[in-house]
């Protein structure tokens, strides 16, 4: 082989070396391999920073998420959603946002640009995780699905990305977050390892963030808000938190108005019986399962 061949196959194996590329399901960095536990284990919670940090990784190394800064909480952190879905679908991110506002807010489409953008669209999936801080499950639960959803090779689980755009907002409220694992951690092992923080858990509202959707008065409401109504314009909306009877609340985002009254959003209310699990202090005055159909 001449001296110029081994110069080309040289330049190209640099080439290579210099390319960006996405890694592969098994090389993927599970979260027990970067926090040293899995999240959920006993006596484990991760801080906000630690959240942010593996989901920072695995978009490095996954061509399926996306890491997007929304907002800055009330203590300066910042907000962030994380767009998970097929590679093909968050290559063209910004064009299926397009198509999700001209749903939202174009009252004159035609049938036929509906049709279209039905057609071409994907259905977008938002999930605020912990609004209530010392609610802390669905924050910690986090990386897991992001996890799952980025290393999957699972026929199904691919299908679902190929045909939705899940939004996590990882942490609500990010700065309650931090406070709620400080103080656990600062009496973990003590005989007040169980006990509440004796404060509220955000600068101003505290557990009543959730209660500021109507005036909108705090950057974290704020950041979900725009996110919601005047960017990503998702058609379902899911808030992720523990509930005493272990329900679940689904609802169609009320931004979408376009469609013809006959289109219509279903609140469903599930316990833990009908999620296929026992919980030995179910209340049995509370519905087995309520559907409530909410006009748009």
């Given at each position: 082989?001449?001296?110029k ?10 080439a ?12 993927i960095?599970?979260p027990k ?5 899995e ?12 959240l ?7 978009e ?6 996306i ?6 909480s009330s203590l ?6 994380l ?5 093909d679908?968050?290559s ?7 198509m ?9 489409l ?9 057609a071409?669209?994907k259905?977008?999936?938002a ?12 924050s910690?639960s ?15 689980k691919l299908?679902w990305l190929d045909e ?9 409220n ?6 709620v694992?400080?103080?656990y ?17 955000h600068?101003y ?6 209660r ?16 919601f109504?005047?960017?990503?314009f ?15 609340a689904?609802?169609?985002?009320a ?6 009254r ?8 599930l ?5 296929g699990?026992?919980?030995?202090t ?5 519905p087995?399962r309520?559907h409530t159909?909410?006009?748009?």
């Amino acid at each position: 082989m001449s001296i110029k061949n081994h110069i080309c196959i040289l330049a190209v194996l640099i080439a290579l070396a210099l390319c960006p590329v996405k890694l592969t399901a098994q090389a993927i960095e599970t979260p027990k391999a970067f926090y040293g536990f899995e999240p959920g284990d006993d006596y484990k919670l991760i801080d906000y920073k630690q959240l942010i940090d593996y989901l920072k990784l695995l978009e490095s190394q996954s061509d399926r998420l996306i890491l997007e800064e929304i907002g800055t909480s009330s203590l300066g952190q910042p907000i962030y959603v994380l767009a998970i879905s097929s590679a093909d679908n968050l290559s063209r991110l910004d064009e299926l946002k397009a198509m999700n506002r001209r749903l939202a807010l174009e009252t004159g489409l035609s049938a036929s640009e509906k049709a279209d953008i039905l057609a071409r669209g994907k259905v977008f999936v938002a999930a605020t995780m912990s609004m209530h801080s010392n609610e802390v499950g669905p924050s910690q639960s986090v990386p897991l699905i992001a996890y799952e959803l980025a290393s999957t090779t699972e026929a199904e689980k691919l299908r679902w990305l190929d045909e939705t755009v899940l939004m996590i907002i990882p942490s609500h409220n990010p700065d309650g977050q931090d406070m709620v694992v400080e103080h656990y951690r600062k009496y973990l092992g003590t005989k007040n390892e169980k006990t509440s923080l004796p404060g509220v858990y955000h600068k101003y509202v505290g557990h009543n963030i959730n209660r500021d959707f109507i005036m909108l008065t705090q950057p974290e409401n704020q950041a979900v808000s725009k996110l919601f109504s005047h960017h990503w314009f998702p058609q379902v909306a899911v808030r992720e938190t523990p509930d005493g009877c272990c329900r679940r609340a689904l609802f169609c985002a009320a931004a979408n108005r376009s469609h013809s009254r006959k289109h219509r959003c279903r609140h469903v209310e599930l316990d833990r019986h009908f999620w296929g699990t026992y919980d030995a202090t179910h209340d049995s005055r509370q519905p087995e399962r309520r559907h409530t159909e909410l006009p748009v």
